[in-house]
């Protein structure tokens, strides 16, 4: 069992449990056997990128929030996922959060 999987699965589960769906009605809305989701959720088994869509889509995740380090990044994903307009802003403010330039202090520079 690899940990990524099980980092996948618990995601899935908690995402799950948030849409308010049991295991068994997950399975039966992307028409799964409920043991094999199951095992996606415990990490016991390894998932594949289209069903790893298949499921993100059921429960309406971007698939890639499955895939990042931290649930907050996991929020984010979701939030500007399909939203070409909101994933330039957030360009734009993590550009502006990387701009090296140091303002001048208004103190620096002046003598009396």
Known sequence: MHQVDKQIGQRLQEARIKAG???RALATKIGMDHST???YETGR???SIPRLIEIAQALGHSPASFLVATPEAAVVVD????DAERCLQVGLFLEALDD????P???EG???
């Open 105 to 107: 202090a208004e103190s």
């Open 37 to 39: 989701l199951s095992s």
């Open 21 to 23: 769906l049991t295991l």
């Open 45 to 47: 088994r390894s998932l």
């Open 100 to 103: 090296d330039t140091p303002e």
């Open 110 to 112: 002046r003598t009396r």
């Open 79 to 82: 939030y500007i996922d399909g």
